[in-house]
């Protein structure tokens, strides 16, 4: 059973989501907070997980990011990784508030750039029992170093500044296409796959999604180093559902991540890149997180 409901954040922004229930659920039942990646919203393919979960006897509270979608907030199309962070500790709080929650048994899920979210939250918020990142960012850092070739450097950074100028002037900020179908022309995500998932996935299941972010969004991504809080997340337990084949946010810094986190820990390693954990992978991606819930939050 799915419901359209919002709520607002500690600074007023009205966020949209989805609330799913069990069919025929009676009582409070576990309860998981999601939200997507770099850009994407609700639309794209979070609705499956959470029937996923909902099936399983969870449920499931899925929000659009602020600035997305069919969410609020100014200016559109920006991504403050904090204040998502924020967002999702608001999710939490509003989720104790339905009726048919369990306060005790909330757990997060997040994949791609949210997926680092739930490192940190899952770090500094002691209601959330259970975790569950997929294809996760580590370091924004170190993974823009990978993705940004070493000769585009000084330019991206002569962008930044420059937008800062403008923006201190009353400017409005610059923007960037998420995608391009050249890998070599600007742009946040510059790998043909990432060309290839959002600009069909947004033309056959989420219109509202929009191929531009603002500059802004990509120079707070090289700042933000959520891996950092991962050997902090225990004793909450902890999976990471990891692509080997994930170019995108990079393989080897997730694994290594992995032997940073403490006990309890589970790792999913996928075969596929990264967005196959969304479509081809989707049942290997999915099963795990659903039953690690399951184990750490429903019988428990």
């Not at 039942?29 to 994407?40: D, E, L, R, Y």
């Not at 902890?238 to 790792?267: I, M």
């Amino acid at each position: 059973m799915k419901k359209d409901v919002e709520f607002k954040t500690q600074d007023g922004v009205t966020l949209a989501a989805w609330h799913y229930l069990p069919d025929q659920s009676s009582g409070k039942v576990p309860t998981i907070v999601m939200a997507h990646g770099f850009s994407a919203v609700r639309e794209m393919y979070l609705d499956k997980f959470a029937e996923v979960f909902a099936a399983a006897g969870l449920g499931a509270l899925v929000f659009d990011n602020r600035n997305f979608g069919a969410s609020g907030g100014e200016p559109r199309q920006e991504i403050d990784p904090w204040e998502q962070v924020r967002d999702y500790r608001d999710a939490i709080t509003f989720a104790e508030t339905l009726p048919e929650t369990d306060v005790d048994r909330i757990g997060i899920w997040g994949s791609s750039y949210s997926g680092g979210h739930v490192l940190v939250v899952g770090a500094i918020d002691r209601r959330v029992k259970c975790v569950a990142g997929q294809v996760p960012l580590i370091s924004g850092h170190n993974n823009a170093r990978r993705l940004i070739r070493a000769d585009f450097w000084a330019g991206l950074r002569r962008m930044f500044d420059d937008d800062r100028r403008n923006r201190y002037t009353g400017k409005p900020p610059a923007m960037i296409p998420v995608v391009a179908e050249d890998p070599l022309a600007p742009s946040a995500l510059p790998t043909p796959d990432s060309w290839s998932w959002f600009t069909e996935t947004g033309r056959t299941r989420a219109p509202s999604w929009r191929n531009e972010v603002t500059l802004r969004s990509v120079e707070m991504f090289t700042e933000y180093e959520p891996g950092s809080y991962i050997s902090f997340v225990s004793p909450t337990p902890l999976l990471l559902v990891v692509a080997l084949g994930d170019h995108l946010t990079v393989v080897d810094e997730a694994l290594a991540a992995y032997e940073r986190a403490l006990e309890p820990k589970k790792l999913v390693m996928l075969s596929g890149g990264h967005f196959d954990a969304y479509v081809k992978d989707f049942e290997l991606a999915s099963a795990p997180a659903r039953d690690w819930f399951v184990t750490h939050l429903k019988n428990r």
